[in-house]
């Protein structure tokens, strides 16, 4: 398999939130950690109810993490489907330098403007993120282009949303989620257009970005979770909670700009 080094997309929060890692530095802090290059054509709509896990399509993050500020190692053992839901982890499991292990998938396939969609659960706690994300970045020979969906279970009564453009975070803000991501499965869509982006919660507009700086380039599907012990002021004081932490997916979609809407809840459908 192809693969080429990969630049740490937290790196670049830590940059944002902290001040002070510029995005070379951030290459150079993870730049032995390698990736398979996403395919250079934009992929076509599909909807994922993980009845079994695509390999063609899923990529796992195993054996490395993205910076400093990370506590936990990415591990594919820390990835499971049963029963139609991907599980991703975080637990105190020691892997090479640290003693947690946690999980992110990512898509092989590159994709564009349209809507992307998932149906999620979160775990709660402090200094903990669950993530539903699109990013491409520097491994890829592109710009840092990244849209946003990060649940900082601290507060589970929110999501916040943001963008980068070049590396540079555009539109944030803290979306409330009546009865919590915790609590039960929650529809969050991303509908990514030339001229807007539109975040949906449960099938609800809860923010519009209509810019000049909005992301261009195509980009991977991310899922994960992972724990900071630094990050105190954005995520909150790391305690691990002596049982394992999950974030559970129950289906994903990418729906192509103008396609017909793929199931009867997709936002795709409310927007023709």
């Known amino acids: 398999m192809s693969v080429q080094k990969r630049w740490g997309r937290r790196a670049q929060v830590l940059s ?34 993980f009845s079994n896990f695509q390999r063609s399509r899923w990529y796992v993050s195993d054996g490395w993490s993205n910076g400093d500020y990370q506590n936990c190692t990415w591990s594919s053992k820390m990835i499971k489907i049963a029963d139609g839901v991907l599980t991703l982890s975080f637990d105190e499991r020691p892997y090479k330098e640290r003693n947690f292990s946690c999980a992110e998938v990512q898509t092989k396939q590159l994709f564009s403007y349209g809507t992307f969609e998932a149906r999620l659960k979160t775990d709660s706690g402090a200094g903990l993120n669950n993530a539903f994300f699109t990013f491409i970045g520097p491994q890829n020979g592109k710009p840092h282009d990244e849209i946003d969906f990060e649940a ?57 970005a209509a810019s000049d700086i909005l992301p261009k380039e195509p980009q991977k599907i991310f899922f994960s979770i992972w724990g900071s012990d630094t990050m105190k002021d954005w995520m909150g004081d790391f305690s691990f909670p002596g049982r394992r932490l999950n974030m559970l997916v129950d289906r994903v ?7 017909d809407c793929q199931f009867p809840e997709s936002v795709a459908c409310k927007l023709k």
């Open 16 to 49: 944002a939130r902290n001040a002070g890692v510029s995005a070379a530095l951030a290459f150079a802090l993870v730049a032995g950690l390698q990736v398979p290059v996403a395919a250079q054509e934009t992929a076509k709509s599909f909807v994922d109810d």
């Open 152 to 208: 900082i279970t601290k507060d589970t009564s929110r999501i916040e949303v943001n963008t980068y453009v070049d590396g540079k975070p555009h539109h944030g803000g803290k979306i409330d989620v009546p009865g919590g991501t915790d609590k039960e499965f929650n529809d969050y869509a991303i509908v990514w257009e030339p001229d807007q982006i539109r975040w949906f919660v449960n099938g609800q507009l809860v923010k519009t």
């Open 253 to 259: 979609a990418y729906t192509e700009l103008g396609a």
